[in-house]
């Protein structure tokens, strides 16, 4: 089964502009999509597509205007407050900002705990050893569980966030442009600890970002999306290498060196 299925979801936001008059934003027209249960999938889309809109009916922060979000097989798209913890142990997110992400008066080791202590997850003996384990695994020492953020790097803090969101044993990870505001030295770094932690976690994966070679490297398919609407879903190789759609192609053209057969991983990155 899919552990993830998304049917006709659509969302429209009202506004309003400065002048006063209503806006109607079609953020999503009618998406269709299913993960299964270790895949990694990604979304690539220029600015404004919907993409991020989409994680966030995911992780319930919003709910859809119409359609069905299920999660092994259950609609997840309008249940209750009490209901979403359990949702949100299964589903987390990594959002872009590794700066504004991470609460700056509190000590890592309290970032890390924190969401399994709000969900009641685990003794907190067993959340110590946890918050240890996940912080090596994303490369740093458990001794950093006694420092504060500003003493960490951009890419640092966005191993401590991918840690934060692993606290609660999640299987599903949503990754909102988790490397984009990182040097290409370091975005290749964080983006073979997410290959890493894939594995040896099963992890599923939603990989959103507007930069196709990065969505390639770490995705088997993935999804195009424009103007609230998926315009080519399929393989990630399929799709670099054989676009069906022009908006497809146009993304492709942008970026020089990606239709060649083979580009190493660490120039793959600059090229975004
Ligand atoms: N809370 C909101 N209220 C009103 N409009 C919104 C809201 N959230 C998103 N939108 C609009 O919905 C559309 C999709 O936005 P979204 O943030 O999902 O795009 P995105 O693909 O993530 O873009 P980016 O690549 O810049 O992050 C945009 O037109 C945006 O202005
Ligand atoms: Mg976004």
């Known amino acids: 089964m899919d552990i993830l299925e998304i049917r006709n979801v659509t969302k429209t936001f009202h506004t309003r502009s400065f002048w006063g008059k209503s806006k109607t934003v079609h953020a999503l027209n009618g998406i269709s999509l299913s993960l299964a249960k270790g895949e990694s999938l990604g979304i690539v889309g220029e600015s404004g597509c919907g993409k991020s809109t989409l994680a966030s009916l ?13 999660l092994y097989g259950r609609d997840i798209s309008h249940v209750k407050e009490k ?5 949100r142990k299964k589903i987390q997110i990594v959002f872009q900002d590794p700066y504004s992400s991470l609460s700056p008066r509190m000590k890592i080791g309290d970032i890390l705990m924190e969401p399994a202590r709000v969900m009641g ?4 003996a067993h959340r110590k050893e946890r918050a240890e384990m996940l912080l090596e695994m994303v490369g740093l020492r458990k001794n950093v569980m006694d420092r504060y953020p500003h003493e960490f790097s951009g890419g640092q803090r966005q191993r401590i966030s991918i840690a934060r969101s692993l606290m609660t044993s999640p299987e599903i990870l949503i990754l909102d442009e988790p490397t984009s505001a990182l040097d290409v030295s370091v975005q290749a770094q964080v983006l073979n600890i997410l290959m890493d932690l894939r594995e040896k976690l099963h992890l599923t994966y939603l990989f959103i970002s507007h930069n196709l ?8 398919r993935t999804a195009v999306m424009q103007k609230g609407k998926i315009v080519e879903i399929g393989g990630s190789d399929e799709i670099l290498t054989h676009p069906r759609d022009p908006y497809t192609r146009e993304l492709i053209a942008a970026v020089p060196m990606i239709g060649k057969p083979f580009v190493p991983p660490d120039r793959i990155m600059e090229l975004g």
């Open 58 to 70: 995911i992780i319930r922060l919003a709910e859809p205007t119409s359609g069905e979000i299920l």
């Open 83 to 87: 209901e979403l913890k359990d949702i």
């Open 121 to 124: 997850e685990f003794s907190e």
């Open 213 to 220: 070679a990065v969505v390639r490297y770490i995705s088997d």
